[in-house]
């Protein structure tokens, strides 16, 4: 069974920061991608960044701001949020692209993070 934990959400003013940390545990193989979306209050989920082997990506409303993060051997991924504005809050979920292993087959799925609540406000 995988789960993904995060953590690290709150209240904080704008220009502050937060960092989000999101660990994967089960009897993982591998790790393709990491990431983090999020679900503003009457929007649809976005996606905010993502980190592989090969590099990281950003949307344009966090380049700049965000930085994403991975300790492999920890299987967990960091989301370090600087100068941020109100319009950054929402409910951020970690995102993870793996292989585990699962009654002796090993087998590709995606997986979700509970979610974390991120709050933007003076």
């Known amino acids: 069974q995988v789960q993904l934990v995060e953590s690290g959400g709150g209240l904080v003013q704008p220009g502050g920061s937060l960092r989000l940390s999101c660990a994967a545990s089960g009897s993982i193989f591998s790790i393709n991608v990491m990431g983090w979306y999020r679900q503003g209050p009457g929007k649809q989920r976005e996606l905010v960044a993502t980190i592989t082997t090969g590099g990281t990506n950003y949307a344009d409303s966090v380049q700049g701001r965000f930085t994403i993060t991975r300790d492999n051997a920890k299987n967990t991924v960091y989301l370090q949020m600087n100068s941020l504005k109100p319009e950054d809050t929402a409910v951020y979920y970690c995102?993870?692209?793996?292989?585990?292993?699962?009654?002796?087959?090993?087998?590709?799925?995606?997986?979700w993070g509970q979610g974390t609540q991120v709050t933007v406000s003076s």
């Open positions: 995102n993870a692209d793996l292989i585990a292993r699962n009654r002796g087959l090993f087998q590709r799925n995606d997986y």
